[in-house]
C-alpha cells in the first residue's frame, strides 16, 4: 500500500520543473508505473508531481521535414490507432498496440512508455537488489527466465519498453526539456546500461522531462514491423522482441534497422545484422543468416538459454514475413 | 426477481436498518449519491491524513466534494467514500481489471487512477449503466450470454464493453477478444463474454445507441 | 486428500439415518418443462448491475479496517515486536499481536499443533506476525510498517529432496517428513509387470498452481455483545466458518451467525476457516467496532493455498492386445510449511481397468506457503502423469489413444469395488471424438510450415460428485403460489442458487419466476456442507426437490379431499390446484389453505442417503487441438471440446459455462501457471496477477466446444444429477501436453509448457 505524498498538479512545464526540483518528487504522466511502483515501495514517493493536464504534450502532428511529432503524453491508445502512424511507421503502432492491456493504453503515455521502470521481479519485490542500492543482482544465479542475455552486467533486467524498440528502430529522436532549457536526444543514446549507470534507465535528470518524440520522413518503400513474443497474449512483457525498418530499393534492401527488445537493459541494435541485409535481396537463407548473426554475442544465464533460440527464431520470421 | 434484496449488510435482523445504514455511511463518508450539488463532507477529515485535498469528483453524472488523501485511489474514493462498490477490488495493481470504469467514456483502471487525477473527468461506473431499474444492454447482454460465473469480475467486463462499444460500435471478434483482454475471468467464461459483447453491441445498434 | 473424501464418500453411503425418511418414493421425472434448458441466472441481474453484495462491498457503520504484518523472511524466529510507534499513528484503533489477550490460539491442527494463530516460529514468507486496525486501510498498512519486529533469520529449505536431508533445516519439531508415506496396493504389479508386453517407465513434474480467485479472501466482523456476525468470504458458511470459529472462540454455534450470498471464487482455498477471520474478530473486540480485513493480492498469493507441486513417476504394463496389466505410481510433493493433502495417485488407481496397481506418496514440509484443496485435488496432477503415459502406450502398440483408452474401459469401480451408478468414461470418448472430429484430425498431414498443429485428448473422473447428505432445504409455498427456499449452500459462481430454484420450479410446476432463494446465512437458512469436491449441486438440488414434492403432497392430500378426486389427478396451475380429468374441479391454494387455518405451506427436504451398492462419479474426457511456433516457441490453442458425463444437465447455460471455465483453468495449467521461488532466499519471485500469469482473453481458443453426455442416472439420487465443476477441469492440461507432443514430437513431461519449455525441448530433440 502506498506511503503518503504530496500532490501537485502542475499548469505549466516551468511549474513541472520546479516542483520536481525537491528530493523524492516523481513524475506522473498516466501514472501506471509510478502508482504500481509507490505501492510496491520499490522507490520513495514524497511528491507526486503530475502533468496530465498539459494539453500541449499530447497529439500527433507533422513536421516540417515530413517527419511527424508525437507529444509525450500522447495516449498508447491513439498511438495504436492513428492512421498516419499505421500507414507509415506501422511499427510504432504495433508496439503501442502491444503494451498492458486496453486499459493500460488508454491510460499510459509514450512517454511514459519509454521512461517506465524495469519490471524485474528481484527489483518490483521485496528484494534489497543492486539497483536499489543492495550488493547483489540476485538475477545472476537466481530465477532469471525472463532476464537480459545482451548487455546485462552487473544488472541484468530487460528493458519493458515496447514502444522503445520501435522508435530506435525508426530512428526517432526524442527531446527533453528541463529548467534550463530542451535539448534533443537519439533514441539510441537515450538509454544508459546498467554499466554506466546502475540506479537510473535513461539519460534524464531527475527535474527533465521528455516533451516530444520526433520520427525522420519516411520515404520511399519502407517496410516496418513489430513482432512481440510473450508468455500471454495481453498485460505481459515482451520475452524478447523484434522491430525491423527495412528501406527497399528495386526489391533489394537498402537499409536495415533491426532492434531487439525484452533481451538487454535497453533496446539491443543488431547491427552486425543490420550490415549482413543490407544491399541484399531478401530471401529465406538470408534471413536465417539475419537470425543467427543477431544473437551472436549472447550471453545467457542459467534459465535463459532459451532466448537465444526465440530471437533467432523471431528475427527469421519477421523478415521471411516481409518478403 | 427470485433473488433476496434484503438483508444485505447493515440489516442484520439485530436491529440495523437500511435507512440507519445509509445514514451512517452518509455521515462517515459522503454518501452524497441523493444530494443536489457538491455537498461538503465534514466527517471525512476524520479519515483523511494531513495531506488531505478537496476534490470535485463527477461520478455517474452526479458531481461530489470528497476530501481525499492524494494517495487515495479513484477505486478507494468510488467505494469507500462514496459508497458504489459495484467496481471491484482485485488486485489494486492493474493487474486483473476488476476495478475498470470510464473516464471520459474510456476504459481504465481505477486502482490505478489516483482520485485527485480524476477531477474534472466524467466518471462512469458499473451502477451508472442502469436505466433506471432496469439494466443497460451490457448489463443485459452479460445476464441473457451467461458470461459470469462468480461475478466478481463481471462489472470490470461489462465496463470494458461498455468502453469498447462506445469508441467501436460494431467490433469484430478479433476486436472484442483484444477489447477485453484487460480483464482477467478466473471462472474462465470467456466464450460467453465475447458472445454477450456481440450480443451487446446488436442491442445498442438496435437502441440507436452509440 | 484422497483418504478425507475416501471417508467421506463412504458415510455418504451408509453412516446415515434418514432424518425424516421418506415414506414415499418419488418417481424419476419423465420430461422436464423447466429442467435441463438454457436459463439465465436467478441472480444475474444482481451480478450484472453491481448490486451483488461481496463480501469486500459490506461497509459498516463506524467500520475500520485492518491489515496484517507477515514475516518477510522464508524462515525466522519472531525474538521482539514493539508496536509503540504504530500505537500512535494517525487513525489506529488497535493492534493484535500473539501476547494480546486471547491471541493465543493454536492453529493447522496436529497434536501438538503445528502451530498458532501468530508463531513466533515462521516458518514461511507470509506467516503472521501482528495486525493493525485503523480508520482507513492506507493508515492499517501505514502502522504495519511501523511495527518494529526483531528477527533471527534461520536457514531454509524450499524444495522437498533437500527438505529430507539429514542436514535440512528443521521446519517443524519432528522433522520435515511430512507425515507417513501413503501406500496403496492393489493385486501384485511384479506379477503384471511379468505378464505385460511393453512396460514404460517416465517421470512427470507438475509446478505450484495458485487458485488466484477474482475476490481475495477476508471478512467483516461486527459484535453484538457476545453475539458475532460474520460476512466472510468463504465456500462454507457452516463448516467452513461458523463451525470453525465458535469452536476456536469457545462459543456456541448459535452466537455466530456466518453470510455469504455472493462469492468472488475460491476454487478451494475458501474451504477452512482463515486466521485473517480470527484476528479480525480480536481487533473488532479491542476497537469496539467492527472490522473489515481483506487480504491484499499479495497475501493470497503467498498464504491462502496452492495446488502443490508434484514428481511423479509412472511405470505402466501393457500387453500386446493393450490390456493394461500394471501400474505403479511414486509420487514425491511439498504441502509447505505446515500440513495438507497432496495426493495425486487416485485417478491411476480408478479410471482404468487395471488388476495390478501400486502408488507410493510421500511428502516433506518446506518453507514456503501451504497448499490447500484446488479444484479436483489431484486429479489434473496424476492425469498430467496418467494421460500422458496412456498416449505413450498407445503409440509405442501403434493404437489410437481413444482406442487404446476405450480397450481398457470398466463400469465397475476399481477401488469402490461396486459398479457405477453411470460409466461415463466410455460414452464421453466416443462421443467427445465424434464432436471434435478426431478421426479426421490424426490422419491430417502435418505439413513443413515452422507452426506445427498437434491434436491431443486425454480423460478424467471426479472421485467425489455423488454429494450426499447433510442438507437440508426448506421450501415454502405461499398461497398466491410465490414459492421461497431456504438453504444454506453457498452459490460459489457455479449456478446453485438458480438449478435450485429450477429443481423446485419443476417439482411444484410452477413458473420459475414464482421462486425465490435465500441462501448461505447460517442465522435463517438451514445447513448445507461447504461447497468443494463439486457436491453442492448433487448435494443440494435433491432436499430442493423432496421439500418442493413434500409441500406438493400436503397441498394436493388437502385437495383431493376438498374436491373428491385421488391426489394423482390433480396439478397446480396459476395459484390454483386443478383435476385433470375435470378442470372444472377446482380450489385456489388461498382457499386450500384458509380452509386449513395456514397461510403458507412448508417443507423440509433432506438429502437422503446414496445407493449402499453403487459408485458414483462423473466422467469427462477433452481434445485439444494447439499450435507451436517451432522457431519462437509460443503455443497456441486453437481449439477445445468437452464431453461431460455429470448426470441430468439442470441448466445447459450454467453447464456449459462451467465446463468452458474448467478448461480454461487447465489450459493455465498446462501452459502458462507457475510459483516461482527465489532459490537464494526462499521468498516467491511472482506474487502478483502479472508474473503469476492466468490466462486472458486473448490466451483462449473461441472455437471452444461442451457435448453434455446424459445416460439417464436414475440411481444417484432423485434428481439424477451429479457433480460438474472438478470433472470439467481434470483432463484439460494432459490433453494439451499429447497435443504438444502430436505437434513436436518431444514430451513435456513437466508442466507448464512454456515457450521456454518448448524451445529447450527442440533443442534437445536437435541435438539427439
Same mark, same amino acid.
Given at each position: 500500500?502506498?506511503?503518503?505524498?504530496?500532490?501537485?498538479?502542475?499548469?505549466?512545464?516551468?511549474?513541472?520543473?520546479?516542483?520536481?526540483?525537491?528530493?523524492?518528487?516523481?513524475?506522473?504522466?498516466?501514472?501506471?508505473?509510478?502508482?504500481?511502483?509507490?505501492?510496491?515501495?520499490?522507490?520513495?514517493?514524497?511528491?507526486?508531481?503530475?502533468?496530465?493536464?498539459?494539453?500541449?504534450?499530447?497529439?500527433?502532428?507533422?513536421?516540417?521535414?515530413?517527419?511527424?511529432?508525437?507529444?509525450?503524453?500522447?495516449?498508447?491508445?491513439?498511438?495504436?490507432?492513428?492512421?498516419?502512424?499505421?500507414?507509415?511507421?506501422?511499427?510504432?503502432?504495433?508496439?503501442?498496440?502491444?503494451?498492458?492491456?486496453?486499459?493500460?493504453?488508454?491510460?499510459?503515455?509514450?512517454?511514459?512508455?519509454?521512461?517506465?521502470?524495469?519490471?524485474?521481479?528481484?527489483?518490483?519485490?521485496?528484494?534489497?537488489?543492486?539497483?536499489?542500492?543492495?550488493?547483489?543482482?540476485?538475477?545472476?544465479?537466481?530465477?532469471?527466465?525472463?532476464?537480459?542475455?545482451?548487455?546485462?552486467?552487473?544488472?541484468?533486467?530487460?528493458?519493458?519498453?515496447?514502444?522503445?524498440?520501435?522508435?530506435?528502430?525508426?530512428?526517432?529522436?526524442?527531446?527533453?526539456?528541463?529548467?534550463?532549457?530542451?535539448?534533443?536526444?537519439?533514441?539510441?543514446?537515450?538509454?544508459?546500461?546498467?554499466?554506466?549507470?546502475?540506479?537510473?534507465?535513461?539519460?534524464?535528470?531527475?527535474?527533465?522531462?521528455?516533451?516530444?518524440?520526433?520520427?525522420?520522413?519516411?520515404?520511399?518503400?519502407?517496410?516496418?514491423?513489430?513482432?512481440?513474443?510473450?508468455?500471454?497474449?495481453?498485460?505481459?512483457?515482451?520475452?524478447?522482441?523484434?522491430?525491423?525498418?527495412?528501406?527497399?530499393?528495386?526489391?533489394?534492401?537498402?537499409?536495415?534497422?533491426?532492434?531487439?527488445?525484452?533481451?538487454?537493459?535497453?533496446?539491443?541494435?543488431?547491427?552486425?545484422?543490420?550490415?549482413?541485409?543490407?544491399?541484399?535481396?531478401?530471401?529465406?537463407?538470408?534471413?536465417?543468416?539475419?537470425?543467427?548473426?543477431?544473437?551472436?554475442?549472447?550471453?545467457?544465464?542459467?534459465?535463459?538459454?532459451?532466448?537465444?533460440?526465440?530471437?533467432?527464431?523471431?528475427?527469421?520470421?519477421?523478415?521471411?514475413?516481409?518478403? | 426477481?427470485?433473488?433476496?434484496?434484503?438483508?444485505?449488510?447493515?440489516?442484520? &435482523?439485530?436491529?440495523?436498518?437500511?435507512?440507519?445504514?445509509?445514514?451512517?455511511?452518509?455521515?462517515?463518508?459522503?454518501?452524497?449519491?441523493?444530494?443536489?450539488?457538491?455537498?461538503?463532507?465534514?466527517?471525512?477529515?476524520?479519515?483523511?491524513?494531513?495531506?488531505?485535498?478537496?476534490?470535485?469528483?463527477?461520478?455517474?453524472?452526479?458531481?461530489?466534494?470528497?476530501?481525499?488523501?492524494?494517495?487515495?485511489?479513484?477505486?478507494?474514493?468510488?467505494?469507500?467514500?462514496?459508497?458504489?462498490?459495484?467496481?471491484?477490488?482485485?488486485?489494486?495493481?492493474?493487474? #486483473?481489471?476488476?476495478?475498470?470504469?470510464?473516464?471520459?467514456?474510456?476504459?481504465?483502471?481505477?486502482?490505478?487512477?489516483?482520485?485527485?487525477?480524476?477531477?474534472?473527468?466524467?466518471?462512469?461506473?458499473?451502477?451508472?449503466?442502469?436505466?433506471?431499474?432496469?439494466?443497460?444492454?451490457?448489463?443485459?447482454?452479460?445476464?441473457?450470454?451467461?458470461?459470469?460465473?462468480?461475478?466478481?469480475?463481471?462489472?470490470?467486463?461489462?465496463?470494458?464493453?461498455?468502453?469498447?462499444?462506445?469508441? &467501436?460500435? &460494431?467490433?469484430?471478434?478479433?476486436?472484442?477478444?483484444?477489447?477485453?483482454?484487460?480483464?482477467? #475471468?478466473?471462472?474462465?467464461?470467456?466464450?460467453?463474454?465475447? &458472445?454477450?459483447?456481440?450480443?451487446?453491441?446488436?442491442?445498442?445498434?438496435?437502441?440507436?445507441?452509440? | 486428500?484422497?483418504?478425507?473424501?475416501?471417508?467421506?464418500?463412504?458415510?455418504?453411503?451408509?453412516?446415515?439415518?434418514?432424518?425424516?425418511?421418506?415414506?414415499?418414493?418419488?418417481?424419476?421425472?419423465?420430461?422436464?418443462?423447466?429442467?435441463?434448458?438454457?436459463?439465465?441466472?436467478?441472480?444475474?441481474?444482481?451480478?450484472?448491475?453491481?448490486?451483488?453484495?461481496?463480501?469486500?462491498?459490506?461497509?459498516?457503520?463506524?467500520?475500520?479496517?485492518?491489515?496484517?504484518?507477515?514475516?518477510?523472511?522464508?524462515?525466522?524466529?519472531?525474538?521482539?515486536?514493539?508496536?509503540?510507534?504504530?500505537?500512535? +499513528?494517525?487513525?489506529?484503533?488497535?493492534?493484535?499481536?500473539?501476547?494480546?489477550?486471547?491471541?493465543?490460539?493454536?492453529?493447522?491442527?496436529?497434536?501438538?499443533?503445528?502451530?498458532?494463530?501468530?508463531?513466533?516460529?515462521?516458518?514461511?514468507?507470509?506467516?503472521?506476525?501482528?495486525?493493525?486496525?485503523?480508520?482507513?486501510?492506507?493508515?492499517?498498512?501505514?502502522?504495519?510498517?511501523?511495527?518494529?519486529?526483531?528477527?533471527?533469520?534461520?536457514?531454509?529449505?524450499?524444495?522437498?529432496?533437500?527438505?529430507?536431508?539429514?542436514?535440512?533445516?528443521?521446519?517443524?519439531?519432528?522433522?520435515?517428513?511430512?507425515?507417513?508415506?501413503?501406500? +496403496?496396493?492393489?493385486?501384485?504389479?511384479?506379477?503384471?509387470?511379468?505378464?505385460?508386453?511393453?512396460?514404460?517407465?517416465?517421470?512427470?513434474?507438475?509446478?505450484?498452481?495458485?487458485?488466484?480467485?477474482?475476490?481475495?479472501?477476508?471478512?467483516?466482523?461486527?459484535?453484538?455483545?457476545?453475539?458475532?456476525?460474520?460476512?466472510?468470504?468463504?465456500?462454507?458458511?457452516?463448516?467452513?466458518?461458523?463451525?470453525?470459529?465458535?469452536?476456536? +472462540?469457545?462459543?456456541?454455534?448459535?452466537?455466530?451467525?456466518?453470510?455469504?450470498?455472493?462469492?468472488?471464487?475460491?476454487?478451494?482455498?475458501?474451504?477452512?476457516?482463515?486466521?485473517?477471520?480470527?484476528?479480525?474478530?480480536?481487533?473488532?473486540?479491542?476497537?469496539?467496532?467492527?472490522?473489515?480485513?481483506?487480504?491484499?493480492?499479495?497475501?493470497?498469493?503467498?498464504?491462502?493455498?496452492?495446488?502443490?507441486?508434484?514428481?511423479?513417476?509412472?511405470?505402466?504394463?501393457?500387453?500386446?492386445?493393450?490390456?493394461?496389466?500394471?501400474?505403479?505410481?511414486?509420487?514425491?510433493?511439498?504441502?509447505?510449511?505446515?500440513?495438507?493433502?497432496?495426493?495425486?495417485?487416485?485417478?491411476?488407481?480408478?479410471?482404468?481397468?487395471?488388476?495390478?496397481?501400486?502408488?507410493?506418496?510421500?511428502?516433506?514440509?518446506?518453507?514456503?506457503?501451504?497448499?490447500?484443496?484446488?479444484?479436483?485435488?489431484?486429479?489434473?496432477?496424476?492425469?498430467?502423469?496418467?494421460?500422458?503415459?496412456?498416449?505413450?502406450?498407445?503409440?509405442?502398440?501403434?493404437?489410437?489413444?481413444?482406442?487404446?483408452?476405450?480397450?481398457?474401459? !470398466?463400469?465397475?469401480?476399481?477401488?469402490?469395488?461396486?459398479?457405477?451408478?453411470?460409466?461415463?468414461?466410455?460414452?464421453?470418448?466416443?462421443?467427445?471424438?465424434?464432436?471434435?472430429?478426431?478421426?479426421?484430425?490424426?490422419?491430417?498431414?502435418?505439413?513443413?510450415?515452422?507452426?506445427?498443429?498437434?491434436?491431443?485428448?486425454?480423460?478424467?473422473?471426479?472421485?467425489?460428485?455423488?454429494?450426499?447428505?447433510?442438507?437440508?432445504?426448506?421450501?415454502?409455498?405461499?398461497?398466491?403460489?410465490?414459492?421461497?427456499?431456504?438453504?444454506?449452500?453457498?452459490?460459489?459462481?457455479?449456478?446453485?442458487?438458480?438449478?435450485?430454484?429450477?429443481?423446485?420450479?419443476?417439482?411444484?410446476?410452477?413458473?420459475?419466476?414464482?421462486?425465490?432463494?435465500?441462501?448461505?446465512? !447460517?442465522?435463517?437458512?438451514?445447513?448445507?456442507?461447504?461447497?468443494?469436491?463439486?457436491?453442492?449441486?448433487?448435494?443440494?438440488?435433491?432436499?430442493?426437490?423432496?421439500?418442493?414434492?413434500?409441500?406438493?403432497?400436503?397441498?394436493?392430500?388437502?385437495?383431493?379431499?376438498?374436491?373428491?378426486?385421488?391426489?394423482?389427478?390433480?396439478?397446480?396451475?396459476?395459484?390454483?390446484?386443478?383435476?385433470?380429468?375435470?378442470?372444472?374441479?377446482?380450489?385456489?391454494?388461498?382457499?386450500?389453505?384458509?380452509?386449513?387455518?395456514?397461510?403458507?405451506?412448508?417443507?423440509?427436504?433432506?438429502?437422503?442417503?446414496?445407493?449402499?451398492?453403487?459408485?458414483? +462419479?462423473?466422467?469427462?474426457?477433452?481434445?485439444?487441438?494447439?499450435?507451436?511456433?517451432?522457431?519462437?516457441?509460443?503455443?497456441?490453442?486453437?481449439?477445445?471440446?468437452?464431453?461431460?458425463?455429470?448426470?441430468?444437465?439442470?441448466?445447459?447455460?450454467?453447464?456449459?459455462?462451467?465446463?468452458?471455465?474448467?478448461?480454461?483453468?487447465?489450459?493455465?495449467?498446462?501452459?502458462?501457471?507457475?510459483?516461482?521461488?527465489?532459490?537464494?532466499?526462499?521468498?516467491?519471485?511472482?506474487?502478483?496477477?502479472?508474473?503469476?500469469?492466468?490466462?486472458?482473453?486473448?490466451?483462449?481458443?473461441?472455437?471452444?466446444?461442451?457435448?453434455?453426455?446424459?445416460?439417464?442416472?436414475?440411481?444417484?439420487?432423485?434428481?439424477?444429477?451429479?457433480?460438474?465443476?472438478?470433472?470439467?477441469?481434470?483432463?484439460?492440461?494432459?490433453?494439451?501436453?499429447?497435443?504438444?507432443?502430436?505437434?513436436?514430437?518431444?514430451?513435456?513431461?513437466?508442466?507448464?509448457?512454456?515457450?521456454?519449455?518448448?524451445?529447450?525441448?527442440?533443442?534437445?530433440?536437435?541435438?539427439?
Amino acid at each position: 500500500m502506498m506511503d503518503n505524498f504530496d500532490y501537485i498538479k502542475a499548469g505549466s512545464l516551468a511549474e513541472a520543473f520546479k516542483a520536481l526540483s525537491t528530493k523524492g518528487a516523481r513524475l506522473l504522466a498516466g501514472g501506471t508505473d509510478l502508482l504500481g511502483c509507490a505501492r510496491d515501495g520499490v522507490f520513495p514517493v514524497e511528491k507526486v508531481v503530475s502533468i496530465s493536464n498539459i494539453k500541449e504534450l499530447k497529439g500527433i502532428t507533422a513536421r516540417p521535414d515530413g517527419g511527424l511529432r508525437i507529444g509525450a503524453l500522447t495516449s498508447l491508445a491513439d498511438i495504436a490507432a492513428d492512421a498516419s502512424l499505421t500507414r507509415k511507421y506501422q511499427a510504432l503502432a504495433q508496439a503501442a498496440a502491444a503494451v498492458g492491456t486496453p486499459q493500460i493504453r488508454e491510460q499510459g503515455t509514450l512517454g511514459g512508455n519509454i521512461c517506465q521502470r524495469p519490471r524485474c521481479w528481484y527489483f518490483r519485490g521485496d528484494f534489497l537488489c543492486l539497483k536499489k542500492g543492495g550488493s547483489v543482482c540476485y538475477a545472476v544465479t537466481g530465477e532469471n527466465q525472463y532476464h537480459a542475455i545482451f548487455g546485462g552486467s552487473p544488472c541484468f533486467f530487460v528493458h519493458p519498453s515496447d514502444a522503445a524498440v520501435a522508435l530506435a528502430a525508426l530512428q526517432a529522436q526524442v527531446r527533453v526539456a528541463g529548467p534550463s532549457g530542451s535539448r534533443t536526444v537519439r533514441m539510441d543514446n537515450f538509454f544508459v546500461g546498467p554499466g554506466k549507470s546502475i540506479d537510473k534507465e535513461n539519460v534524464l535528470l531527475p527535474n527533465e522531462i521528455v516533451t516530444e518524440i520526433h520520427l525522420p520522413p519516411a520515404s520511399g518503400e519502407v517496410k516496418s514491423v513489430y513482432r512481440k513474443i510473450a508468455s500471454r497474449g495481453s498485460w505481459d512483457f515482451a520475452l524478447a522482441s523484434v522491430a525491423a525498418v527495412l528501406q527497399l530499393e528495386n526489391g533489394n534492401i537498402r537499409t536495415a534497422s533491426l532492434v531487439l527488445g525484452g533481451v538487454a537493459p535497453y533496446p539491443w541494435r543488431i547491427g552486425a545484422a543490420e550490415k549482413l541485409l543490407a544491399g541484399k535481396k531478401l530471401d529465406k537463407a538470408l534471413a536465417a543468416a539475419a537470425g543467427n548473426e543477431a544473437v551472436a554475442g549472447a550471453r545467457p544465464l542459467g534459465e535463459n538459454g532459451y532466448k537465444v533460440d526465440m530471437v533467432k527464431g523471431a528475427v527469421e520470421e519477421v523478415l521471411a514475413a516481409i518478403m | 426477481m427470485p433473488e433476496d434484496p434484503e438483508n444485505k449488510a447493515g440489516e442484520s &435482523n439485530e436491529g440495523i436498518s437500511r435507512r440507519g445504514f445509509l445514514s451512517s455511511v452518509s455521515a462517515g463518508a459522503v454518501a452524497a449519491a441523493a444530494l443536489k450539488g457538491a455537498p461538503e463532507a465534514p466527517a471525512q477529515e476524520i479519515h483523511a491524513g494531513n495531506k488531505a485535498v478537496t476534490i470535485n469528483l463527477s461520478v455517474n453524472g452526479s458531481t461530489r466534494k470528497i476530501l481525499v488523501e492524494p494517495r487515495w485511489t479513484l477505486l478507494y474514493v468510488l467505494r469507500d467514500a462514496i459508497g458504489l462498490t459495484g467496481t471491484k477490488i482485485g488486485c489494486e495493481r492493474g493487474e #486483473c481489471g476488476a476495478c475498470t470504469v470510464l473516464i471520459d467514456g474510456k476504459p481504465r483502471y481505477s486502482c490505478l487512477t489516483l482520485a485527485v487525477e480524476a477531477e474534472g473527468r466524467a466518471i462512469t461506473t458499473i451502477e451508472g449503466l442502469l436505466e433506471g431499474d432496469k439494466l443497460g444492454p451490457v448489463q443485459r447482454a452479460f445476464a441473457e450470454e451467461d458470461a459470469l460465473q462468480c461475478g466478481f469480475c463481471t462489472p470490470g467486463q461489462i465496463m470494458a464493453v461498455e468502453g469498447l462499444l462506445r469508441s &467501436n460500435p &460494431n467490433p469484430t471478434l478479433d476486436q472484442i477478444r483484444i477489447g477485453v483482454s484487460g480483464n482477467l #475471468c478466473r471462472c474462465g467464461v470467456y466464450k460467453n463474454v465475447f &458472445n454477450a459483447a456481440a450480443k451487446a453491441s446488436r442491442l445498442r445498434v438496435y437502441k440507436g445507441g452509440a | 486428500m484422497s483418504e478425507f473424501y475416501d471417508k467421506l464418500e463412504e458415510s455418504f453411503r451408509r453412516s446415515f439415518e434418514p432424518a425424516a425418511p421418506p415414506d414415499d418414493q418419488m418417481q424419476p421425472w419423465g420430461g422436464t418443462r423447466i429442467v435441463g434448458k438454457e436459463l439465465p441466472r436467478v441472480d444475474a441481474f444482481e451480478r450484472v448491475s453491481g448490486k451483488a453484495q461481496y463480501t469486500y462491498d459490506v461497509i459498516l457503520p463506524e467500520m475500520v479496517y485492518g491489515a496484517t504484518l507477515r514475516c518477510p523472511h522464508a524462515h525466522a524466529m519472531v525474538k521482539s515486536i514493539d508496536t509503540s510507534a504504530a500505537e500512535n +499513528m494517525p487513525g489506529v484503533v488497535a493492534i493484535l499481536t500473539g501476547k494480546s489477550p486471547g491471541a493465543d490460539i493454536p492453529w493447522y491442527g496436529g497434536k501438538p499443533p503445528q502451530s498458532k494463530l501468530f508463531d513466533p516460529h515462521c516458518r514461511y514468507q507470509g506467516d503472521e506476525v501482528a495486525a493493525v486496525a485503523a480508520q482507513t486501510p492506507y493508515q492499517a498498512w501505514d502502522a504495519v510498517k511501523a511495527i518494529k519486529v526483531e528477527y533471527e533469520v534461520l536457514p531454509f529449505v524450499i524444495d522437498e529432496e533437500s527438505a529430507l536431508k539429514a542436514d535440512a533445516p528443521k521446519i517443524h519439531e519432528g522433522g520435515n517428513a511430512a507425515g507417513k508415506p501413503m501406500s +496403496m496396493r492393489r493385486g501384485d504389479v511384479e506379477k503384471g509387470f511379468a505378464e505385460a508386453d511393453v512396460e514404460l517407465e517416465e517421470t512427470f513434474c507438475t509446478s505450484v498452481q495458485i487458485h488466484a480467485n477474482g475476490e481475495v479472501h477476508g471478512s467483516v466482523i461486527k459484535w453484538d455483545g457476545n453475539k458475532i456476525t460474520i460476512w466472510d468470504s468463504t465456500q462454507g458458511v457452516y463448516d467452513a466458518c461458523m463451525i470453525s470459529f465458535a469452536r476456536t +472462540m469457545g462459543l456456541p454455534y448459535n452466537n455466530v451467525r456466518v453470510i455469504c450470498r455472493y462469492m468472488g471464487g475460491g476454487f478451494g482455498s475458501k474451504l477452512e476457516m482463515g486466521k485473517y477471520t480470527v484476528m479480525a474478530a480480536l481487533l473488532s473486540r479491542q476497537a469496539g467496532r467492527p472490522v473489515k480485513m481483506m487480504l491484499s493480492r499479495e497475501e493470497t498469493m503467498l498464504c491462502v493455498g496452492n495446488r502443490p507441486n508434484a514428481k511423479m513417476t509412472l511405470k505402466a504394463g501393457v500387453k500386446k492386445d493393450g490390456t493394461l496389466t500394471a501400474l505403479q505410481l511414486t509420487n514425491v510433493y511439498t504441502p509447505g510449511a505446515y500440513s495438507a493433502g497432496a495426493s495425486v495417485g487416485f485417478l491411476v488407481q480408478e479410471l482404468y481397468k487395471c488388476p495390478n496397481v501400486m502408488v507410493t506418496e510421500s511428502g516433506a514440509y518446506t518453507n514456503v506457503g501451504r497448499a490447500r484443496a484446488f479444484r479436483a485435488p489431484g486429479f489434473p496432477t496424476g492425469a498430467w502423469a496418467l494421460e500422458q503415459m496412456m498416449d505413450m502406450l498407445a503409440e509405442k502398440l501403434n493404437m489410437d489413444p481413444v482406442e487404446f483408452r476405450l480397450k481398457n474401459f !470398466t463400469d465397475v469401480s476399481q477401488t469402490r469395488k461396486m459398479p457405477y451408478s453411470s460409466a461415463g468414461l466410455k460414452d464421453c470418448l466416443i462421443e467427445g471424438a465424434k464432436k471434435f472430429g478426431w478421426k479426421e484430425a490424426k490422419a491430417m498431414p502435418k505439413g513443413d510450415s515452422h507452426i506445427k498443429r498437434g491434436f491431443g485428448m486425454a480423460a478424467g473422473l471426479w472421485m467425489m460428485g455423488s454429494g450426499g447428505p447433510p442438507y437440508t432445504a426448506e421450501v415454502r409455498m405461499f398461497a398466491d403460489g410465490g414459492v421461497t427456499i431456504k438453504a444454506g449452500a453457498m452459490d460459489i459462481g457455479t449456478g446453485t442458487k438458480t438449478v435450485a430454484c429450477m429443481v423446485a420450479a419443476e417439482e411444484l410446476d410452477v413458473p420459475l419466476e414464482n421462486i425465490r432463494i435465500i441462501n448461505a446465512d !447460517t442465522a435463517l437458512t438451514p445447513y448445507a456442507s461447504s461447497s468443494g469436491g463439486s457436491m453442492t449441486l448433487p448435494g443440494l438440488v435433491p432436499a430442493v426437490r423432496r421439500g418442493a414434492w413434500i409441500v406438493k403432497r400436503q397441498i394436493f392430500e388437502w385437495a383431493a379431499g376438498a374436491l373428491a378426486v385421488p391426489t394423482d389427478d390433480l396439478e397446480i396451475r396459476g395459484n390454483s390446484v386443478v383435476s385433470r380429468s375435470n378442470p372444472d374441479k377446482k380450489r385456489t391454494l388461498e382457499e386450500l389453505f384458509r380452509s386449513k387455518g395456514v397461510m403458507d405451506v412448508i417443507g423440509i427436504g433432506n438429502r437422503e442417503p446414496n445407493p449402499a451398492n453403487k459408485a458414483i +462419479m462423473p466422467f469427462g474426457a477433452h481434445f485439444a487441438e494447439i499450435e507451436v511456433n517451432t522457431q519462437t516457441g509460443e503455443v497456441k490453442v486453437v481449439r477445445l471440446v468437452a464431453a461431460n458425463e455429470s448426470g441430468r444437465v439442470i441448466n445447459r447455460k450454467t453447464f456449459e459455462c462451467q465446463v468452458f471455465g474448467g478448461m480454461v483453468m487447465g489450459l493455465g495449467y498446462a501452459l502458462t501457471e507457475k510459483r516461482v521461488m527465489d532459490r537464494r532466499t526462499g521468498k516467491m519471485c511472482n506474487a502478483n496477477l502479472h508474473d503469476y500469469k492466468v490466462p486472458g482473453a486473448l490466451d483462449v481458443p473461441v472455437n471452444h466446444e461442451v457435448l453434455p453426455v446424459d445416460l439417464q442416472d436414475n440411481e444417484c439420487n432423485n434428481v439424477g444429477c451429479k457433480g460438474l465443476g472438478e470433472p470439467a477441469h481434470v483432463p484439460t492440461a494432459a490433453a494439451i501436453a499429447n497435443a504438444v507432443y502430436d505437434a513436436i514430437g518431444v514430451r513435456p513431461n513437466n508442466g507448464p509448457i512454456d515457450s521456454r519449455m518448448i524451445l529447450e525441448l527442440l533443442s534437445k530433440k536437435k541435438r539427439g
